[in-house]
């Protein structure tokens, strides 16, 4: 309503303020080991999105672009200049303020030591795999397996390719231009992003991103990124060097005469087919001396590759939009590896060590760890304190309060197939319809559960869409009595019914 927007205003202001007080208040706690330190570093995060999100729903009450807040204020001063009305005005405002703060508790001036600050202390939940040990090395096992068994890759050990995983520009680019390059390099930068969130979660990845950018743009201009030299300054146009003057030959003869490769190089320089007898290709290119490209029969032109497209008059120009976008994924992929050089030359120490490390050695190492996580979980045995009543996880303890509205685990989702069975978020709610509950109650009125039906709780629409699902696969049925066809000794064409008919009588 546009009568509390100042009151939004106003708690917008104070949470933003609580929240800032919060982080310094966070970072007076000098943490006790590198894990404490990372928890903090999220915590702080959360904090920092929570004033991003505040501060930009203020961006747009300031706006004003409706007049609402402008209204607001009008009315404050009630509803004439001599003023007869304004404490009318005043105490229909402090009403709608009542009646908002009863609608909205959640709106109210809280103490900073109570639940709202208690929600920011939760310890995040952070995904590490095993290998990576709590953020100390780097997985680059999946990666280096894709690695060795492609061809733009080359057998090494392990070790060798944690050093050389980040520098692409020593493959050599005819390599590079496959899907597989692509899609590896791709989930290699996505990876990598990945790590940097939950091991650095202060980095403003966008500010290093938009640096790169703008560097990868004026090298790439000038033709001077790595390991993909020159491709910007040809901006997309053909190269002179394999373009043949042909202001020097008369005939066709004689352009015979600089021979098939060159004849070749030429022709795939201005799009046209390079196949055929060294004469169809003279002639080929000799037809471009008096007509324009633009002018030639498609006929004559190479059926686009990939990264090559037509115009509308036939001519073949090379798009440099995907070459462009692989040299930028290697340069972000390059800066992130410098951001990760301690971790880099950890994760391979740690593997040269495991490699010369016997099995007994690994397990003692195991169960040292073991032992380390047992006396950092002696807290377990306390009583678990949720007064938000957020549900448990794998670990027993309660969920953190942003996981919990991120997956939107206060929502309820009823079936009524399944039973009117609840399922609490939209990701349990979306996964049900492959559950056991929901398919059984699918084959109990007789549907099969395809993709047809997802997000279809209500039986009624069920059957409905199963009707029409039923009446348009009908104009289609096979039907064997009538299209099956059946052939006597004789070699007489019979359908299916008509077939066995006549069989039965003996007359077959």
């Not at 005043?90 to 009403?95: A, E, I, P, S």
């Not at 951001?339 to 994760?347: H, V």
């Not at 559960?449 to 869409?465: C, H, R």
Request: negative net charge.
């Amino acid at each position: 309503m546009s009568s509390t927007l100042l009151e939004v205003t106003r708690g917008s202001h104070e949470e933003v303020e609580r929240l800032e007080r919060l982080i310094v208040k966070e970072f007076q706690n000098e943490p006790a080991s590198s894990k404490d330190r990372l928890y903090q570093s999220h915590r702080v995060r959360f904090m920092i999105d929570h004033i991003v999100s505040n501060t930009d729903k203020l961006v747009e009450i300031y706006e004003d672009k409706d007049n609402a807040r402008k209204d607001e204020i009008a009315a404050l001063g009630g509803q004439t200049a001599t003023g007869t009305n304004v404490f009318s005005a005043f105490y229909d405002r402090l009403k709608e303020i009542r009646e908002y703060h009863r609608r909205h508790p959640s709106a109210r001036v809280v103490d900073a030591g109570e639940e709202y600050e208690q929600m920011f202390k939760e310890d995040p939940v952070l995904d590490f795999s095993g290998e990576e040990g709590f953020g100390r090395y780097l997985d680059l096992h999946e990666f280096y397996n894709r690695y060795v068994n492609s061809k733009f890759g080359e057998p090494m050990e392990y070790t060798a390719y944690v050093e050389v995983f980040s520098q692409l520009h020593k493959i050599p680019r005819k390599r590079k231009m496959t899907r597989q390059y692509r899609e590896y390099i791709t989930e290699l930068l996505e990876y990598l992003i990945f790590f940097l969130e939950r091991t650095e979660p202060l980095q403003d990845l966008d500010r290093i991103f938009s640096k790169v950018v703008a560097e990868f743009e004026e090298q790439w201009e000038n033709g001077e990124v790595e390991g993909w030299k020159n491709e910007g300054r040809e901006n997309g146009h053909v190269s002179q060097d394999n373009i043949i003057d042909l202001d020097y030959y008369s005939t066709v003869e004689e352009l015979m005469e600089v021979g098939p490769e060159k004849l070749k190089e030429a022709l795939a320089a201005l799009g046209l087919k390079t196949g055929g007898t060294v004469l169809q290709r003279a002639e080929r290119l000799f037809l471009t001396k008096s007509t324009p490209l633009e002018k030639l029969d498609k006929k004559h032109f190479a059926k686009p590759p990939r990264g090559l497209e037509q115009n509308g008059n036939g001519n073949v120009q090379f798009q440099k939009q995907d070459v462009k976008e692989l040299a930028l994924v290697e340069a972000k992929i390059k800066k992130l590896s410098e951001l990760l050089e301690e971790i880099i030359i950890r994760t391979k120490e740690n593997a040269v060590k495991k490699q010369g490390m016997t099995w007994e050695e690994l397990q003692q190492e195991q169960e040292e760890e073991d032992v380390q996580g047992d006396t950092e979980s002696d807290e377990e045995d306390q009583p678990i304190y949720n007064p938000l009543k957020l549900p448990l996880g794998w670990d027993g303890k309660p969920i953190p309060y942003w996981l919990y509205k991120l997956h939107g685990l206060g929502q309820e989702f009823k079936c009524e197939i399944c039973g009117n069975h609840s399922y609490w978020g939209r990701r349990a709610f979306e996964r049900h319809f492959k559950e056991w509950r929901h398919q059984h109650g699918m084959r109990c009125l007789g549907i099969p559960n395809t993709k047809n039906f997802n997000e279809i709780t209500s039986i009624q629409d069920a059957k409905n869409l199963w009707e029409k699902i039923q009446q348009r696969q009908g104009l289609n049925k096979w039907r064997p009595d009538l299209e099956e066809e059946y052939e006597d000794q004789e070699g007489n064409i019979y359908n299916k019914k008509t077939f066995t008919d006549l069989q039965r009588q003996g007359l077959i």
